[in-house]
């Protein structure tokens, strides 16, 4: 079946249905996700969303993109931080209009509290004073991620967006540089739906899933990023991939960083509050990367908890922040605690591990969400991404926490302002070769696999070499070893076969499907992190520990290569305008 | 140690009717059940089919029914289950199966949309900033805001059971969540569509949604406030 829209978004998070609010009436806009749009993985989203509102304490969005910069560890480029943070009291507001629940000031104002990495200079006339936590992340208790994507589907609904939900995207339409459309199966009958588009925006999400702890949903596979390398364009910074600090130990669950923002405290198996030695300043309140390699110091050297199964894992106390804060601000986190692993954080510390949590690379696109093609800008007609499977780049080499909510409400709007600018004079281009062929294949594919090997087996040590040897240390020698695995594994996914043959809802072709994508992003990763000889952000290399900016302020691309080459690697200039690389200290 | 589960299995190209299936497997009491159904899937029938996303209580895609009660997959830990006897798995009771623990949700979603799920003003927004509101008043809306759409609730309601019309327990969980929000102000639209015999009228106050609710919304005391609502509000 072939459907003909105006406007196309794969992926119903925050960016996609924030773009899709932005399309007026007088275009055809649908919206394809794989899950119902409230599944979608915005809604895990707990600590907040930032904007320099200054409703609790002074505040500038200029302290904001100082602030980003730097905990990108300058990899960020500066135009885009500048343009987001700028937009943030405004996006921020609109949520609020747009009616998210948020937790209020005495004054009736959105309420905001501490998060990692966001800071104000103690004194305002000298930038360059010691900085010290601001109130910036406005928040909903601790489940701002969820009211933000229940409200934008719920805006959706009033705009009376058409949704397919339930779709699978298997290909992207790529002809002459211009994007004609996507592929999809509908899950409930596997049948192959086209759609042909004037304008098509991934906004797809990220794909923690290629590692083994993550807090990423189930569906974090990374298919929009996996069509967009498949069909010959490049992808961003892949080697950057942020382990939050504070995932339920063996888990993975988040534990949001509100925990700390509200005073929680990070201990050692001598109970001491260890951060003060890593980030003196802000202490526990550091950018992810930093707490996330401190955790794992702290237990290299033995000075972790050891568990019940052999494995170590460090205390996040909460305890002296009492019950009545616990319940009012933290209660969904500390509801997992309870849960998942049965403490009660009122009386007892929290087990905590880093867990896989958000890909700072991804598609290339301009600060107007258009997908570029090369490291020289060139724009992709018709083709859009925003959000996690984006790469503007506003997270360089470590997003800070609640960066990501602001990033899919201000870049999802600017890519669907952009997408109706370009539908002045856009047509439907006509296809060159019948669309679903590669579709059909695929799924022929899948479906009549004999061989021996196992998708779930092949997936988990996929799951479990991208943990071991290219997780949040990592060197020449593992990061060899770790591409030598994949490479394998990608050969043994070419003998695995499922045992669902069915139509109607096949679960297991999905995963299959899915795995296909993960182990090409895993591949780019590990390629990604191999030549990149610094330690930068969230790229941490045991051999080249320090960041060298004389060689390394650009950002990584990376091709697919031809069967049986080498990847391709190119390098884009990290855009600098106002804020000069410093030695990054908190 | 060992545990036995009985699931509904259902499969419209090969079936005629649901059957039970049981598979006993190796399992320790912090697994969840969505855990089990993975070990299931992954080591013994990839056939099996079921909806998970998150798998921490977020999402809402796995509602399901255990041991005779509905709830989130993932939010249910063997330890709270009593292995020594066969544990019993279905989909969520009420709505037609797709596949297996895959139910169509369609009815639920449309339901949903009946009682104007957004927020209604035709004063326009202040030219800066926010719309004020209390702490106070946000928080009257935290609890309902908190719903996640399983369908726990709605699908263990006998008065949905019994009446395919009732909006049922979510839809009127909705209504509330923009009926008591101070910066509405459709209040008077919502409470025309919910005060039918098929709106807050069909609630009986059964408290069958509080009971499965996996987010521990008091969901009876939500509805009975629409209904005080309506019966209070000027002729």
Known sequence: ?586 | MQATFRVLRYNPEKDNKPHFEDYTLDVHPTMTVLDVLHQIKWNYDGTLSFRRSCAHGICGSDGIKINGKNALACSILLKVINLKKVVTIEPLPHFPIIKDLIVDMTDFYQKLETVKPYLIVNNPAPVEGERRQSNEDAEKLFESAKCILCACCTTSCPSTWSDENYLGPAALLKAYRFVFDTRDEASDERLDIIDTPDGAWRCHTIFNCNACCPKEINITWHISQLKKAVSTREL
């Open chain 1, 1 to 586: 079946m072939i459907h003909k829209y105006d406007v196309l978004i794969v992926g119903a998070g925050g960016a996609g249905l924030r773009a899709a609010v932005e399309i007026p009436k007088e275009y055809t806009c649908a919206v394809i996700s794989k899950v119902f749009p409230t599944r979608s993985h915005t809604g895990t989203a707990q600590g907040g969303v930032c904007a320099a509102l200054a409703n609790e304490e002074d505040d500038s969005w200029e302290y904001h993109a100082f602030d980003t910069v730097k905990g990108s560890d300058y990899l960020g480029d500066q135009d885009s931080i500048e343009v987001m943070c700028q937009d943030a009291v405004r996006a921020v507001i609109e949520l609020e209009h747009m009616g998210v629940p948020f937790s209020r000031t005495p004054d009736g104002k959105i309420a905001q509290r501490q998060f990692g990495g966001h800071t104000k200079p103690e004194n305002p006339n000298d930038p360059n004073s010691r900085r010290l936590p601001v109130k910036r992340a406005c928040y909903s208790a601790d489940r701002t991620g969820h009211v933000m994507l229940h409200t934008l589907y719920e805006n959706c609904l009033k705009n009376q967006v058409k949704f397919f939900s339930e779709y699978f995207v298997t290909d992207l339409i790529l002809e002459d540089n211009i994007c004609k459309g996507i592929v999809t199966i509908d899950i409930a009958t596997s049948e192959i739906h086209v759609f042909h588009a004037k304008t098509v925006m991934f906004a797809t999400g990220g794909f923690g899933r290629v590692f083994r702890i993550t807090s990423n949903a189930h569906v974090g596979t990374g298919d929009g990023c996996a069509l967009v390398y498949n069909a010959g364009l490049p992808l961003e910074d892949m080697e950057f991939f942020q382990f939050h600090p504070t995932g339920l130990w063996r888990l993975g669950i988040l534990v949001s960083e509100a925990a700390r923002g509200e005073g929680g405290i990070l201990r050692n198996k001598d109970g001491e509050r260890f951060m003060e030695r890593y980030a003196p300043t802000v202490k526990d309140l550091a950018p992810r990367d930093m707490v996330s390699r401190a955790i794992l110091t702290e237990i290299r050297e033995g000075r972790g908890i050891l568990g019940s199964d052999g494995t170590y894992y460090i205390n996040l106390d909460l305890m002296h922040l009492g019950k009545k804060l616990i319940d009012e601000k933290l209660p969904e986190i500390t509801g997992f605690a309870r849960t998942y692993l049965g403490v009660e954080p009122t009386k007892e510390s929290v087990p905590i591990q880093p867990t896989a949590h958000y890909a700072m690379g991804g598609i290339p696109t301009n600060v107007d969400a258009e997908v570029i093609a090369d490291e020289k800008g060139t724009i992709v007609k018709g083709f859009y991404s925003a959000g996690e499977c984006a790469c503007v780049s506003v997270h360089g080499g470590n997003r800070l926490g609640t960066n990501s909510l602001l990033d899919i409400v201000v870049f999802g709007r600017r890519g669907g302002k952009k997408m109706v600018e370009y539908l002045k004079n856009a047509e439907h281009t006509e296809f060159k070769v019948d669309p679903a062929e590669k579709t059909r294949t695929l799924l022929d594919g899948v479906l009549n696999k004999k061989g021996t090997e196992n998708i779930a087996k092949i997936r988990r040590e996929m799951q479990e070499v991208m943990m071991d040897k290219c997780g949040i240390f990592r060197n020449e020698k593992e990061l060899g070893e770790a591409l030598v695995k994949i490479r394998e594994l990608k050969e043994r996914y070419c003998n695995a076969s499922i045992q669902d043959k069915g139509v109607i809802f096949n679960m297991d072709l999905m995963e299959a499907i899915e795995l296909e994508n993960m182990l090409e992003l895993a591949e780019t990763i590990v390629v990604s992190a191999a030549v990149r000889t610094e330690s930068r952000g969230a790229h941490s290399r045991e051999d080249f520990p320090k960041r060298d900016d004389v060689n390394w302020m650009k950002h990584t691309f990376i091709w697919k290569p031809e069967d049986g080459k080498d990847s391709e690697i190119k390098y884009k200039p990290v855009t600098i305008t106002r804020y000069k690389p410093m030695e990054r200290k908190y």
